[in-house]
């Protein structure tokens, strides 16, 4: 199983400062099948990026995803009000997917 | 637009059984791999299993393999999620999401609003 970390644990930020989550694989994740998903409360998560780096529909443009192997980044250029959430990594390169622990991106 | 629609959940006794349904609609049903991913109470999400789009093929998590089973009526536009055997920390919220294609690999978007499996005696 390959295990993904993400750090940091928490992330304390003001709006408008640039934000950036990483994600650690364990072992590589092959094509780069690696997607982000963000989750507020009481919400299901939501598709971010997927590929790495390619943004699903309707999603800002502030928000960009980089990596391969075992090193990604997600990047938030601009922080809006509505960007405060948790944040996970997930890969699909292998059948038994797995996720992140999560960052909380929190207001500063 | 897509949606899935979740329901089935409930408090439930250790040992006991539980069937999860996942009401799909506004994509063809039958052309996609479903999945099912849980998240326990304050906790990070876990996939749990995913079923491709014919049902001829699925796989699971090791900390369910052996309880649970996933299923699909395309004709119903459902998906399923037998779970039996069940465990206190089994407890969770239970998302169905719909795959980015017909097999078990891939993103998953978008997700249902959950449902909510309370493992206590």
């Known amino acids: 199983e390959i295990v993904l970390t993400q750090s940091p644990g928490t992330l304390s930020l003001s709006p408008g400062e640039r934000a950036i989550f990483s994600c650690r694989a364990s072992?590589?994740?092959?094509?780069?099948?690696l997607a982000w998903y963000q989750q507020k409360p009481g919400q299901a998560p939501r598709l971010l990026i997927y590929?790495?780096?390619n943004r699903a529909t309707g999603i800002p443009d502030r928000f960009s995803g980089s990596g391969s192997g075992t090193d990604f980044t997600l990047t938030i250029s601009r922080l809006e009000p509505e960007d405060f959430a948790v944040y996970y990594c997930?890969?699909?390169?292998?059948?038994?997917?797995?996720f992140g622990q999560g960052t909380r991106l929190e207001i500063k | 637009q897509v949606q899935l629609v979740e329901s089935g959940g409930g408090v439930v006794q250790p040992g006991r059984s539980l069937r999860l349904s996942c009401a799909a609609s506004g994509f063809m049903f039958s052309s996609y791999g479903m999945h099912w991913v849980r998240q326990a109470p304050g906790k990070g999400l876990e996939w749990v299993a995913v079923?491709?789009?014919?049902?001829?093929?699925?796989y699971y998590a090791d900390s369910v393999k052996g309880r649970f089973t996933i299923s699909r009526d395309n004709s119903n536009y459902t998906l399923y999620l037998q779970m039996s055997s069940l465990r206190p920390e089994d407890t969770a919220v239970y998302y169905c999401?719909?795959?980015?294609?017909?097999?078990?690999?891939?993103?998953?978007?978008?997700w249902g609003q959950g449902t909510l499996v309370t493992v206590s005696s």
């Open positions: 072992q590589s994740v092959s094509t780069s099948y």
């Open positions: 079923i491709i789009y014919d049902g001829s093929n699925k």
């Open positions: 590929g790495a780096s």
């Open positions: 997930q890969q699909y390169g292998s059948s038994r997917m797995t």
């Open positions: 999401a719909k795959g980015n294609s017909g097999y078990h690999l891939g993103w998953f978007d978008p």
